[in-house]
Nanobody, 126 residues
Framework: VQLVESGGVSVQAGGTLRLSCAASGYTYGTYSSYCMGWFRQAPGKEREGVAAIYTGGGSTYYADSVKGRFTISQDKAKNTVYLQMNSLKPEDTAMYYC??????????????????WGQGTQVTVS
């Protein structure tokens, strides 16, 4: 599976941003067999799960730190997952990664469950 993220830029606090992740090249099953997640890693910090969506049923999961501000969604026709980020804070500054993996990983938001990763897109909030 190949994942390509886009949309990361520098924004002011309180602003909005939408990240996109285009998926292709499934090695088994179909797009609907995966959990698609967004993770982020700030300098000097561990990578953390932000949000995930089970592509088959559409169930979504969020880290407490982004609940009510971020929304994960998908466009199945385009095999693309989005992360809408509102009310951005300086602490949201990080490299954001898209990942694909086992549906078991969705609720856990743990990177060990995700096998495929994008190259990352930088989000800076000042």
């Amino acid at each position: 599976v190949q994942l390509v993220e886009s949309g990361g830029v520098s924004v002011q606090a309180g602003g909005t941003l939408r990240l996109s992740c285009a998926a292709s090249g499934y090695t088994y099953g179909t797009y609907s067999s995966y959990c698609m997640g967004w993770f982020r890693q700030a300098p000097g910090k561990e990578r953390e799960g932000v949000a995930a969506i089970y592509t088959g049923g559409g169930s979504t999961y969020y880290a407490d730190s982004v609940k009510g501000r971020f929304t994960i969604s998908q466009d199945k026709a385009k095999n693309t997952v989005y992360l809408q980020m509102n009310s951005l804070k300086p602490e949201d500054t990080a490299m954001y990664y898209c990942a694909a993996g086992s549906p078991m990983g969705c609720a856990r938001l743990q990177d060990a469950w995700f096998n495929y990763w994008g190259q990352g897109t930088q989000v800076t909030v000042s």
